[in-house]
């Protein structure tokens, strides 16, 4: 048995020295993976780097990221302030908030930093697009763009919209089970993008069969640079050529039209602006514009969609509110006329007696309604924020931002920690952007509320994402009641975009002809 013994405190022994070696080596690769990035400081800068932690050697912390979620950043900007240094995703990264540091970057596009989007998203859109333009190409895109959704663009859309939006609501009445709001309002949103902002004349399945391929593509845009075969950018570009293979006969169609016709939809806008500057758009050109627009219009509006439909039910008063505006304006009754085509944007019949459909103007004056908008997109903003790489190194809150470096500005960390909203931030209380409190503060800067953006790449179709959400939260609060179908309410993920991780399944019921104006006498 002795002989024995020695044998096992020999093992013990040796695997002791295995692990302890181990651990030193460990320790060592991770004093050196510290070390490298202390080194990699711009020293013509005597700035220092942002407090922070690197993580582990190649990984950084990209897994804490991963497992984290959105409380990843927030427990370390509690631990290192609005300005600190992580590394993710292979990349050293500066996270920054706070409405001044996010104006520094905002502002910075083309000078200081420019904008910054995988290798992989690049290729499956293309070279014609806003995402990879810069300098002088990228201010003659976005001056297209802003044709695509000037007043008059809008002012064309809008009478569209509510039409669908309409049926859609109800649809969801009219539906015998609970219905999945993230999954239904993705569909709408790919449909009105489709057929009202790109005029593409597509049915019910064609439509279903683009939005499940236009998915793929999406779902692989942050993939690696590999195309091989079963890699996530080979499925991307499978997807994107059977989009434009979907889009080819409509976008042949419209370049043959008659040139004289006034721009109705994105497409002929974009046609029209190559025209006056004397040139003929390319078919590769325009299948690439429709892509984005779609990518533009799609996940985000149907997150925010999804938000509004959840923060009002988690609040009725705000429902109450609602209903008095809309009776205060003429408008608390929802047509009950059936729409005028089968086609999924038609309105009403122009003679059934109903009240005008909505326009910009009506909505301007719905100041309530506007104001749950701003307080849903500042509560949950569907993209929590952007990124961009250094061009030069630079301050920020007394640190130095080296030069090639990644910099990820926080929206939803930015309107989070605003101090100008008098309530506290995490509450939903749309009366903080009413007159009366601005009146009272002050208007606040304009980079404490971010959701769109800001600067030269912030959203252009801002604009039409508002009226999207305002025309669905009237024909919600007139037409349906809505209650929860699960026992309680679903968590939120964050990443890649803002949803609920069930997909919010509620029960929608009708609303009896005079409830909207009845029940706000009870």
Known sequence: MFPWGLSCLSVLGAAGTALLCAGLLLSLAQHLWTLRWTLSRDRASALPLPKGSMGWPFFGETLHWLVQGSRFHSSRRERYGTVFKTHLLGRPVIRVSGAENVRTILLGEHRLVRSQWPQSAHILLGSHTLLGAVGEPHRRRRKVLARVFSRAALERYVPRLQGALRREVRAWCAARGPVAVYEATKALTFRMAARILLGLRLDEMQCAALARTFEQLVGNLFSLPLDVPFSGLRKGIRARDQLHRHLEEAIAEKLQGNKAVEPGDALDVIIHSARELGREPSVQELKES?????????????????????????????IAKIRQELLAQGLAQACDCPPAAAGDDAGPPPDCGCAPDLDLAALGRLRYVDCVIKEVLRLLPPVSGGYRTALRTFELDGYQIPKGWSVMYSIRDTHETAAVYG?????FDPERFGAAREDARGAPGRFHYIPFGGGARSCVGQELAQAVLQLLAVELVRTARWELAT????AMQTVPIVHPVDGLQLFFHPLAPSAAGHELHL
């Open 487 to 490: 026992p309680a309410f679903p």
């Open 290 to 318: 429709a892509v984005e627009l779609l990518f533009a219009a799609f996940f985000t509006t149907a997150s925010a969609s999804t938000s509004l439909v959840l923060l009002l039910l988690q609040h009725p008063a705000a």
């Open 423 to 427: 309530s506290p931030p995490e509450g």
